[in-house]
């Protein structure tokens, strides 16, 4: 087996739904790297979950978890890292993944997405009369912000976990 040695941490972003968790998960067994993930650091770090902290704490408060997370995961050891879809809007946040690590845009279209997540109560933002509008409203005041990532990998309807974990290595 290959041993791959990261010179920078590998960092997934893009839409709920898009297939972070998965496809980290996925790449860093491939690589046999490190697999970290935000949403599940502040999760342990709370002992809650993600809705639970939006709950009772409010959405500045976890993005201010997220942040600092995402600062310590950056500097604990070279891996994959899966954040949040909010997460790269936060320009302190583009800028600590973009100086420390390289950033992938996992990029679908949105009915992809809203196939993927329209069926879990796991995304406090989606908790809405009309999830599918709020889902679109999100895609598109952040696409522009994505856009900006370092590389951009295709994730269609039909594409397979290791086809994408192949695209990402490609990329
Ligand atoms: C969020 C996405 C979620 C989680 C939180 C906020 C967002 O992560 O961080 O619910 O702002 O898009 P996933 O992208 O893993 O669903």
């Known amino acids: 087996d290959a041993v791959f040695e990261l010179h920078k941490t ?6 709920m739904g898009a297939g972070k968790t998965a496809v980290g998960r996925a790449l860093a067994a491939r690589l046999g790297v490190p697999f970290l ?5 502040i999760e342990s770090a709370a002992n809650m979950t993600i809705p639970e902290i939006f709950e009772r704490d ?9 942040s600092q997370v995402i600062g310590r995961l950056l500097d604990a ?20 993944i973009t100086e420390r690590g390289v950033s992938v845009w996992l990029r679908a279209d949105l009915k992809v997405l809203w196939n993927r997540v329209k069926h879990k109560d796991t995304r406090p933002l ?5 999830p599918y509008a709020t ?3 999100l895609y598109e005041a952040r696409v522009p912000v994505y856009a900006q990532a370092g590389l951009t990998v295709e994730s269609d309807g039909e594409t397979s976990i290791e086809n994408m974990v192949d695209r990402v290595v490609n990329a």
Not at 37 to 41: I, K, L, N, T, W
Not at 58 to 66: D, I, L, S, Y
Not at 78 to 94: C, D, P, Q, V, Y
């Open 77 to 96: 050891e070279k891996g994959i890292l899966s954040t949040g879809g909010g997460a790269f809007l936060s320009e302190l946040n583009r800028q600590m």
């Open 37 to 41: 993930d935000s949403d599940a650091e």
């Open 58 to 66: 409010g959405e500045p408060f976890f993005r201010a978890k997220e």
């Open 126 to 130: 989606l908790r809405t009369a009309d």
């Open 135 to 137: 889902l679109r409203a």
């Open 10 to 15: 590998v960092v997934l972003v893009g839409m």
